[in-house]
C-alpha cells in the first residue's frame, strides 16, 4: 500500500550506504529524486484519473490512514447484450492504495459498504481493492426495473465492464473474492469471463447444482455440532410453534408499533412460521457449539423464547420492509440460483403453510419468476473441468457448506479447504495448519506478490499487511436461510 513510501526510504538507505563507500555520484541521486517525486504526483491524482474514465462520476471520499477511499457511480447497460436499451449508475468504492500493488475485486453480491473496508485476500496481497454493488440493489436499481436483466451473466459482464476500465490505471495482477453470495458472484464471474483474474478466492459459496434434490442439507443436520445441541434446538423450535399463537400476537403488536407489514408473505402468521423453520439453520450459520447453552428449554418463558427467537432469526426477516432489500436475491434465488430445503420430522402436525418456504414467497407478485435450472449446471460443469487458480473456502458447521463447489481431475492450481468448526464466517485465517500457509501462498502467488523464499518453500506463507481491527472488520449481517 506504502509503494511510493517504501521507494523514497529505499532510496534513502541505497544513497546512505553507497554514500559511506563514496560510490553515489550526484546525478543518480537527482535521478533517484525526481522518480520518488513522479511516482507521488501518479499517487496524488489518482482521483481525477478515475474520474477520467467514461462514465465514471464522483460520490465522496472519505479519509483513511494509508489509503484513498472512493464512493463512486459507474454507467452500465441495463442489458449487456443490447446496449442501447439504456444505462443505470452502479454504486462503486476504491480502496486505493498504490497502481504498483495488485487489486482485489470484491463483491458481497448485495449492496456495497460505502466505509473502507478490506477483504482478507486484500489483507494478504496488501493491496487495492475494488468492491462493486450487485445490480438491482438499491440505489443500483435500472428505472424502471426489468427484472428479466438480473442474472448471473448480466451480474458478471457488469464486473467485466468494470476491470476492463479500470485495468489501464491498475496494471497488476487481479483477483476476484467475495464472502457467501459474494463468493458466487465471484466463482460466476470467473465461468463468464475466465480471463479477466489471475485468480479467485471464493469463502463459504454454497452450489446448488440440482434445486429439487436437497438430501444433503438433511445429513448435515443430523450431524452438525453434537445431539444434545441438536436436540436442543429442535426442542426449543418446536416449542415456538406450541406458543405461536400467544408469539404470535405479540409479533403483531411488535409490527404495528414499528410500522411493519406483512402483504408478500401474506400475515403475521405466515411470517413467523418461516421465523421459526429459519431457526436451527441461523443458529449453525453465525453461531455454533460454544452457544448451546444460550438455548433456552422449552419451558422457558415466552419473554425469552421471543428474546432467542428474535436474536436468532429476526422477526423482521419476514416483513415487508425486512423483505424489500433483499428482493433482487430471492428474485435470483427463484430464477437461477436455486434455494435450500429440508425435512422437519420434529415440526410434524404444527407447520401450517407447506410450501410458503421458498423464494416466490418473498417477491412480490407483480415481478415475474420463471426458475432456470440449467445455470448452476453449466457453472458447477465449469468449475469441475476448467478450474485454474481458484480457491474455495468453506466452515465446516456452515449449513451453506452441504452443498459446496467441488473440483474435477482437470482443475488446475486450485484447492477446496474446510475450516475446522468453522461457520459462515469461515476464512483463510481459521484453516488448519498447512492448509492455511498452502491457501495463502497460492493467493500471493497468484497476485503476483510471493515472496522468493514463500515460493521457493523456505519460508510459510503471511499476509503482507498487518491487522488493521477496523478495515479488515467482515459485516456479518443477520440474515434468513434463503439468503446467503
Known amino acids: ?45 489518482i482521483k481525477d484519473r478515475i474520474l477520467a474514465i467514461p462514465g465514471m462520476s464522483f460520490v ?22 443490447n446496449p442501447s436499451k439504456g444505462t443505470f449508475q452502479q454504486r462503486i468504492t476504491l480502496l486505493h492504495k498504490s497502481t504498483d500493488r495488485p487489486t482485489v475485486f470484491f463483491t458481497s453480491g448485495y449492496n456495497v459498504n460505502t466505509s473502507p473496508r478490506r477483504s482478507e485476500p486484500t489483507q494478504i496481497i496488501d493491496g487495492n481493492q475494488l468492491s462493486m454493488e450487485y445490480r438491482f440493489f438499491t440505489p443500483s436499481r435500472p428505472q424502471p426495473a426489468d427484472w428479466s436483466k438480473l442474472d448471473i451473466w448480466q451480474a458478471a459482464t457488469d464486473q467485466h465492464r468494470l476491470y476492463q476500465a479500470l485495468k489501464p490505471i491498475y496494471g497488476k495482477n487481479w483477483l476476484a473474492t467475495g464472502g457467501s453470495k459474494g463468493g458466487m458472484t465471484a466463482t460466476y464471474f470467473r465461468r463468464f469471463y475466465p480471463d479477466d483474474m489471475d485468480g479467485t478466492v471464493a469463502y463459504v459459496a454454497p452450489n446448488d447444482v440440482v434445486n429439487k434434490e436437497d438430501s444433503a442439507y438433511d445429513r448435515f443436520f443430523k450431524t452438525v455440532g453434537s445431539k444434545e445441541c441438536r436436540a436442543q434446538l429442535d426442542a426449543v423450535q418446536r416449542e415456538a410453534l406450541v406458543r405461536r399463537d400467544e408469539i404470535v400476537a405479540r409479533y403483531q403488536k ?13 400475515s403475521a402468521d405466515k411470517a413467523y412460521e418461516n421465523v421459526v423453520l429459519d431457526l436451527a439453520w441461523a443458529f449453525w450459520q453465525y453461531h455454533g457449539l460454544k452457544e448451546c447453552g444460550d438455548i433456552p428449554a422449552p419451558t422457558a418463558s415466552t ?55 421458498q423464494p416466490r414467497n418473498y417477491v412480490p407478485r407483480d415481478i415475474p419468476m420463471k426458475f432456470k435450472p440449467a445455470a448452476m449446471r453449466d457453472v458447477d460443469r ?103
Not at 465522496?60 to 447484450?81: A, C
Not at 479447504?417 to 492448509?435: C, M, R, S, Y
Open 1 to 45: 500500500m506504502h509503494k511510493a513510501l517504501r521507494c523514497l526510504l529505499t532510496s534513502a538507505v541505497l544513497i546512505g550506504t553507497v554514500g559511506v563507500t563514496g560510490g553515489t555520484t550526484h546525478a543518480a541521486e537527482h535521478d533517484g529524486a525526481l522518480s520518488a517525486t513522479a511516482a507521488t504526483n501518479a499517487e496524488s491524482d
Open 303 to 357: 419473554d425469552e423464547l421471543y428474546r432467542f427467537i428474535d436474536e436468532i432469526s429476526g422477526f423482521s426477516a419476514y416483513t415487508d420492509q425486512g423483505l424489500e432489500t433483499y428482493t433482487p436475491y430471492y428474485y435470483q434465488a427463484g430464477t437461477q440460483l436455486g434455494s435450500p430445503t429440508f425435512k422437519t420430522p420434529h415440526l410434524d402436525g404444527l407447520l401450517r403453510y407447506p410450501g410458503i418456504y
Open 60 to 81: 465522496e471520499e472519505k479519509p483513511y490512514q494509508g489509503y484513498r477511499f472512493l464512493v463512486l457511480n459507474y454507467t452500465q447497460p441495463i442489458d449487456h447484450r
Open 382 to 484: 465449469w468449475v469441475r473441468n476448467n478450474a485454474e487458480r481458484m480457491l474455495f473456502v468453506n466452515g465446516q458447521n456452515d449449513p451453506w457448506g452441504a452443498e459446496p463447489f467441488r473440483l474435477g481431475k482437470k482443475a488446475e492450481d486450485s484447492y477446496v479447504f474446510v475450516a475446522p468448526g468453522g461457520n459462515h464466517g469461515a476464512n483463510v485465517a481459521g484453516l488448519k495448519a498447512g492448509e492455511k500457509e498452502k491457501a495463502t501462498a497460492a493467493i500471493l502467488k497468484w497476485a503476483g506478490v510471493a515472496p522468493a523464499a514463500v515460493l521457493e518453500g523456505d519460508k510459510p506463507a503471511k499476509p503482507l499487511a498487518k491487522h488493521d481491527a477496523k478495515l479488515d472488520r467482515r459485516d456479518l449481517e443477520r440474515e434468513p436461510l434463503l439468503r446467503p
Open 254 to 266: 411488535w409490527a404495528d408499533g414499528e410500522k411493519q407489514t406483512f402483504e408478500v408473505v401474506g
